[in-house]
């Protein structure tokens, strides 16, 4: 996690602009996991078709120097990886909204740390801090989408799918490439691929040793793990695949993302922006002219297991909208948290393999919504409105709103509709007590697990958003284009137009 406050001498809009970035990492502060990169440089260039946007709205405010993690701002705050990381300024704010429901947190709170985490879960926030969080999360993205980043790239994080021999051919074409390459520094490049590249047969690493033994230091071998705790060691991502590799790069990067870049060798492509047949001069212009970067939603998703009672009687009497929102709201010993996720697509809660339909509370908030009997739930972020939401027939949404999609799978009633909520709202789904049969939850289609009657899941716009390298030529359009190009949307043949002259002759 960073925060970065810049400086500087204001500069003509459309000049080139060097901003010295420091990052203050709260996350390395507490597992010393993110030693390396600590000071960064990140070369901006202003969007000469944007001249009007002051420099002044890009640089935080230096007198409010550095937070400590827990400080109101750093509550409010997005996490992003250091070549991105971009605060808004403090007295840029959403409306606070009134009353003491807008200042106490969402959700409850454990008793017992989760998993030694040190920033605050979104689901914690109060509804102000949430909405101040994705408010910022906004604006940054717009900023960026002004921005051309001169990144010096040094380390080239390759994903791909380690059991598709063709992909993995490509992989090795790609490596091959990289190490004879070397930056505007004259300095070569090093490239990590997934760790069971080492033995693997199409890849084979002994071609790159004898080319050139300086390969031998060049190319290195990711696993989840590095993933996890040293995200800032990869300036860019580079996925080969379809949207599927994309979506796996989020779960591998579950907080700091590297930005990343995409090329097409899959089925669908909403989110491979890049042909494939032209990685080299793509590359090379992206490493020297820089990128433009997009931040996409993510949502934090919180898997919340009822704590049992010691009294049969008094656990069969217990209800689910009394916990949550009743009397019993602020108990913490009703619930605990199990596990929490960062997802890009959705997170579905379905029957499993009950032959039964499910029963699920939905809350908003303070409030209980409804009662769902269903085959299931999807909640899907905007870039998920084309997965098991567009299936399940919900509404196609457009990446940049600031929404969550709520869409029943198969429900057992006439008039339930697909709804569209605001991202600054915290959902949860559970099962209810008297429920007949468990719910099954999945994350992105990982990590599935049963929730038991009792059990629900808290759902919130995620601190850690996935930041994507768009084309410099991109078109606003370009979304439009790719469900019209994937989905056919709204392809029928055109109605004729009537024939007038032939009209008038029968109408004589």
Known sequence: MSSIDQGGEDAREDAMTLLSSEMQDMEAAHSNSDSEGLHEQLEVIFDRKNSRRRRASIISDPRNGHQRPGSARSNTACFVHTLLSQRA?????????????AQRPADKVADTPHNGEVHRQSRLLSKKQLSDM???????SK???????????????????????????HTREVTKWLLQQQN??????????EDT????KVFHNGDFLRLDQSHQDRIKYWNDELCKKKPQQFEIVVALGGDGTVLYASWLFQRIVPPVMSFALGSLGFLTKFDFDQYQKTLTRAFSE???????????????RSRPRDDVEEHQSRDLIEELIGDDRDKADTHEPMGTHNILNDIVLDRGPSATMGTIEVFGDDEHFTTVQADGIAVATPTGSTAYNLAAGGSLCHPDNPVILLTAIAPHTLSFRPIILPDTMVLRLGVPYDAR????????????????????????????PF???LPLDRRTEDWVDSISRTLNWNNRQRQKAFDDAKAGKDDK
């Open 134 to 140: 994705a408010f910022n999360i906004r604006e940054l």
């Open 143 to 169: 900023r960026l989408g002004h921005l051309r980043l001169l990144i010096k790239v040094k380390n080239v994080f390759i994903l791909t799918k380690a059991h598709d021999q063709k992909l993995i051919a």
């Open 197 to 200: 590249m080492r033995n693997n």
């Open 467 to 469: 930041p994507t390298v």
């Open 89 to 101: 300024r403090e007295e840029t704010h959403t409306p606070n909204p009134a009353g003491e429901a």
């Open 184 to 193: 505007a520094d004259g300095q070569l490049y090093t490239v990590w691929v």
């Open 437 to 464: 049969a468990s719910c099954w939850a999945s994350f992105d289609g990982k990590e599935r697990c049963e929730l038991k009657p009792g059990d629900y899941v808290t759902i919130s716009a995620s601190r850690f």
């Open 290 to 304: 820089g990128v433009t970067v997009s931040l996409r939603l993510r949502f934090e998703g919180t898997i919340m």
